[in-house]
């Protein structure tokens, strides 16, 4: 904080602020309160650009991102540290390398002050101070003002926020636990109701507010509330109450306290002197060295030193590398546990044996602390008890290792101050909800840290690290495969990198490749292992998403292709995420990695061709369907092509209007491409020109010229595969618009023309007024007036006789744009009005927004600068209902020119608005807005 300046505070949860002396501080734009919420939450550690870039762009970040986060964090110093001379250093907000770093003062966060009041009341917990810290939690839990990150919006800014509400909602069920523990149970069962209704899958929350209806006497509504539970986890999830839920209900059943009893006081052996304390020491061998996994091993740390006896869950993909980093892990911080180490392997996926039964692993965990096995308990809660006795108050280090499922984990965890870390292929919700497990997700090591495995196991100084950064981006980064690749290296010392990258970029052999010589501990052993873990529907499902030729799964493409119901489909999804089988890259999106994607195309290659050319179809089918109906949405003339695919998908994405059919078509923007291509190639001839037919409106708003016209060259040949001369049409006419996009004028020309011979085979006059228009267009753009004109009067004429308004309306307002371009504005203007009023009637937004950009060309050129104007902003207007950034460009670029000439401020907002938005759809049409606007800056500073 600069000298003499009042102290910043900051908020986060809530609205995003930061206050000084009770005054607001003026954040400025969107975007720059989110670089700020980036900052903040990195809590005192240096973000770097490229982070914050992805934070508030994510994939949509633009070609000025570098210079927009400059500008944004300049403007954060500015109103950060007001006083700060022009050239002095920023104090708060510094450069740290390629990044930035914020400085917070201690307590001006108040996501800071938060989580110390926890901890605080944590440490009075374990001192008995029951009341006293669940004052502290009260004062933590007020801070939370409203929903966190208030204003701030972006993938980011969603993540961060489910994460904080998530953290609220832990410390409320753990300021319900207290108050329950003394006696404030009648008062909490209203705040414990809201709980549970808006978070139903939370079984913590169901238990609390049962023990709190039998608090206040009402057992009833205890039992009622308990079926509720139930049967929303049976419908939700298809799992049956965890144990501490159903323990509550048998001792409400039975007429007992549902409360935790409290550990029994240690009455003292008599005996003439103490029996040795057995230290356990079962952790095995640590592995030689741990690559890559800094952050994970920080996190854990972190949570040790934060947390008294927490509950770690490592989990992540087959072959990920999870044991390792669990017992990297423990043997780094073995010494924090004198009273020993337990360790057992629960092989919840070794295809030879069955899961060990929790009774078993209380067997050994006992035995390992020195019970005698005739001492040993015959029921697991018998067990479980005296394992809770043995370890109370003893600092342990217990892994479970390879753990399929939470339902039957409770019974091995012990209390505080013993830390339990626990490995398994799925995310275990019920572990996290019940005991507040902390969640170690692993992913794919980064190629540098792959590089590095594969370097110091094969152990050859031959290699070129070009060869093997290859080589590990075919493993994809899995740890696993990266060892069974370079293991083949190291004993093979005559087996050439480029051999074996060679064998590996075969997709359909490269599970086999990366296998060793007994076929154990092979890549693909790994993933079946994690498969047959499954129920039968998300195993089925599995292998039908192999036959999906995107980037993405929804769940409405899966219940398309599996032939299920949208629910089934999504708790399919939802079984292979928590298997680490796929993951989610945003919400209600699922992908799977490189490998995983490979095994998935092996399991559909399993499947029968009718099972495959069935699911295939469905796919295609629902996306034809899907297209078809956002097309219909767009605010822009189409054809009268009649898309009726063989299988009508039963469940589709909400879609009411233009802004909802704009969202669809950029999420799904990349599978409708892959799906189009996969059509093309695969001989799906209707598919394959229709799918093209339904992305062209969309890929030209976007200004998409390349993808448009290469999946209409594509899309013309399956119309010629076809022979359907309908079909042709479209296409040779849809391929005469996108080569006008690049300027190819005489391939333009004959392409149209020969859509308007197809049109005058037909004896089609809606099409041939259609492409008479386009023909003329691209004569005018030749240069060849004279001709362009002939053409447009005949196009209207034909359009009168069809009936076909629209065509009527596009050739009026084309041969208005042959007498702008020919400085005939005074003959322009009818035709351009008749056009304008045309596109009303028929609901073209589109064209009716691009025919007030041209009459307010027209009129700025004749001196009418009001009018001008006028048209300019109702073009805004009409291309903001329309929501197509293309027309808003045009429109903005015209309001910059006519404020231009009038002399008049905005006329740079204008330009620099039509700049981004032309610049962010890649249009042509930037370079020379670009140009105007440094005219204009130019003519200012002269």
């Known amino acids: 904080m600069t000298h003499g300046e009042e102290p910043l505070r900051y908020e986060v949860l809530g609205l995003l602020r930061v206050v000084r002396a009770g005054q607001d501080v003026d954040l400025g734009a969107a975007k720059q309160r989110a670089v700020l919420a980036v900052l903040l939450l990195a809590r005192g550690t240096p973000v770097s650009r490229g982070q914050i870039i992805e934070a508030v762009w994510g994939d949509n970040a633009p070609s000025s991102a570098v210079n927009l986060v400059q500008t944004y964090v300049a403007g954060l110093r500015r109103a950060l540290e007001p006083a700060r001379a022009r050239r002095a250093p920023a104090e708060l907000l510094t450069s740290v390398g390629d990044g930035y770093l914020m400085r917070v003062e201690p307590g001006a966060l108040d996501l800071d002050v938060f989580e110390r009041q926890v901890l605080l009341a944590n440490r009075l917990r374990a001192a008995g101070d029951l009341a006293g810290a669940a004052v502290e939690l009260d004062d933590a839990l007020a801070l939370f003002r409203a929903e966190p990150l208030g204003g701030v919006s972006g993938l980011f800014a969603d993540v961060e926020r489910g994460r904080l509400v998530e953290r609220r909602l832990a410390v409320l069920e753990e300021r319900a636990e207290l108050g329950l523990a003394i006696g404030q149970g009648p008062e909490l069962v209203a705040q414990l109701s809201t709980v549970v209704v808006e978070h139903p899958l939370r079984e913590r929350g169901h238990g609390l507010l049962m023990r709190a209806l039998v608090q206040a006497g009402r057992q009833a509504e205890a039992l009622a509330a308990y079926r509720e539970a139930r049967r929303v986890l049976i419908e939700e999830l298809g799992v049956e109450p965890g144990f501490e839920l159903r323990r509550v209900h048998q001792a409400v059943l039975a007429g007992n306290s549902p409360e935790p009893e409290r550990p029994p006081a240690r009455i003292p052996v008599q005996a003439p002197e103490p029996a040795p304390v057995t230290v356990p020491a079962q952790l095995p061998r640590a592995p030689v060295a741990l690559v890559g996994r800094d952050p994970e091993l920080a996190l854990m740390d972190a949570v040790l030193r934060g947390h008294d006896g927490p509950v770690l869950l490592v989990t992540g993909p087959a072959g990920v590398g999870k044991t390792a980093l669990a017992l990297h892990w423990a043997h780094r911080v073995r010494e924090e546990f004198p009273d020993g180490q337990l360790y057992v392997d629960v092989h919840g996926y070794d295809p030879n044996r069955e899961p060990l039964e929790i009774g078993e692993v209380l067997n050994r965990f006992l035995r390992a602390l020195g019970v005698p096995a005739s001492d040993t308990p015959v029921s697991v809660d018998e067990r479980s008890a005296l394992l809770r006795t043995l370890l109370a108050d003893r600092r342990m280090l217990v892994m479970l290792d390879n753990v399929r499922s939470s339902a039957d984990l409770l019974p091995l965890l012990p209390g505080a101050p013993s830390c339990v870390v626990v490995t398994s292929r799925r995310r275990l919700v019920g572990l996290v909800a019940q005991v507040e497990a902390k969640l170690v997700e692993l992913d794919m090591l980064d190629q540098d840290a792959a590089v590095d495995v594969l370097g110091r196991i094969a152990g050859r100084s031959d290699i070129e690290a070009d060869a093997l950064r290859q080589l590990a981006e075919l493993c994809d980064g899995l740890p696993l495969a990266l060892r069974i690749a370079a293991a083949r290296l190291a004993v093979s010392p005559k087996l050439a990198v480029a051999e074996l990258v060679e064998e590996l970029q075969d997709e359909q052999g490269r599970l ?249 085979r037909k004896e089609d006059v809606h099409q041939q007024a259609r492409a008479l228009t386009t023909v003329a267009g691209t004569l005018l753009d030749l240069g060849r007036a004279e001709e362009s004109e002939a053409h447009y009067r005949e196009a209207m004429e034909i359009s009168r006789i069809a009936g076909s308004k629209w065509a009527e309306a596009n050739a009026h307002h084309h041969l208005g744009l042959l007498y702008l371009a020919t400085q005939r504005f005074d003959d322009a203007m009818p035709w351009l009005r008749v056009a304008l009023t045309m596109y009303h009637e028929v609901g073209e937004q589109c064209g009716e927004a691009a025919c007030h950009v041209d009459i307010s060309t027209a009129l700025l050129e004749t001196g009418d600068t009001d009018g001008a104007l006028s048209s300019a902003r109702t073009a805004l207007a009409v291309a903001s209902d329309a929501v197509s950034p293309y027309h808003q460009a045009l429109a903005h670029d015209r309001l910059a020119a006519v404020f231009d000439q009038l002399g008049a401020a905005g006329a740079a907002a204008h330009w620099q608005r039509a700049l981004a938005l032309f610049t962010e759809l890649g249009a042509p049409e930037a370079d020379g807005v670009r140009a105007r606007l440094a005219r204009s800056r130019a003519a200012t500073v002269a």
């Open 512 to 760: 086999a490749a990366l296998g060793l010589e007994d076929g154990e501990g092979t890549v693909r052993a790994a993933l079946d292992a994690s498969r047959r873990a499954l129920p039968a529907l998300p195993s089925r499902l599995l292998a039908i998403v192999g036959l999906h030729p995107g980037a993405d799964l929804t769940s409405h493409v899966v219940a398309a292709m599996g032939d299920v119901t949208l629910v089934e489909a999504q708790r399919a999804l939802d079984a292979l995420t928590a298997a680490n089988l796929l993951s989610v890259s945003e919400p209600g999106r699922h992908v799977a990695h490189d490998i995983v994607r490979v095994y998935t195309k092996t399991l559909a290659g399993e499947l029968s061709e009718p099972e495959r050319r069935a699911a295939t179809g469905r796919m295609l089918d629902y996306y034809l369907h899907c297209s078809d109906l956002a097309d219909g949405l767009l605010p822009i003339n189409r054809g009268s092509v009649l898309v009726a695919p063989e299988h009508r998908p039963v469940h589709v994405p909400p879609l009411s209007g233009a802004a909802d059919a704009m969202a669809w078509f950029d999420a799904e923007r990349a599978n409708l491409i892959a799906a189009t291509e996969h059509a093309s190639a695969s001989g799906w001839h209707v598919h394959a020109w229709q799918l093209p037919y339904t992305l062209s409106r969309y890929l030209w708003l976007r200004t998409e010229r390349e993808t448009s016209l290469r999946i209409t060259e594509a899309a013309l040949q399956a119309a010629i595969a076809l022979n359907d001369d309908d079909a042709r049409f479209v296409m040779q006419f849809n391929l005469g618009v996108a080569l006008l996009q690049f300027e190819r004028f005489e391939e333009a020309l004959e392409a149209q023309r020969g859509a308007l011979e197809t049109a005058r």
